[in-house]
């Protein structure tokens, strides 16, 4: 598996950003999908997840209300739909492949493949 990530970029706080995560693969529509950020000197964090069918969604609470993940299937894509950011939201944003039961978790070592990340920052 695959998986570009894209979308990133620089925006004052208040705005929004759309990342894209594009996967290869002829079975994208049986994967779970997870977006993880990780910030300077700080570890990877959970975001937000999706299961394959995109009925079901999870967020940290710092995102709660603000991101939407989606996905598109007959794309092979998942979204992240970021609005309302914040400067502590700067950092590198993966996404990634859950195969295992615990994907809804968040738990990094739940995910089996990972994107190069896009940069997103986020200025006061």
């Known amino acids: 598996v695959q998986l570009q990530a894209s979308g990133g970029g620089f925006v004052q706080a208040g705005g929004s950003l759309r990342l894209a995560c594009a996967a290869s693969?002829?079975?994208?529509?049986?994967?779970?999908m997870g977006w993880f950020r990780q910030a300077p000197g700080k570890e990877r964090e959970f975001v937000a997840a999706i299961s394959w069918s995109g009925g079901n969604t999870y967020y940290a609470d710092s995102v709660k209300g603000r991101f939407t993940i989606s996905r598109d299937n007959a794309k092979n894509t998942v979204y992240l739909q970021m609005n309302s950011l914040k400067p502590e939201d700067t950092a590198v944003y993966y996404c990634a492949v859950g195969l295992g039961s615990r994907w809804w978790t968040g738990l990094r070592s739940a995910y089996d493949y990972w994107g190069q990340g896009t940069q997103v920052t986020v200025s006061s």
């Open positions: 693969g002829r079975t994208f529509n049986a994967y779970n």
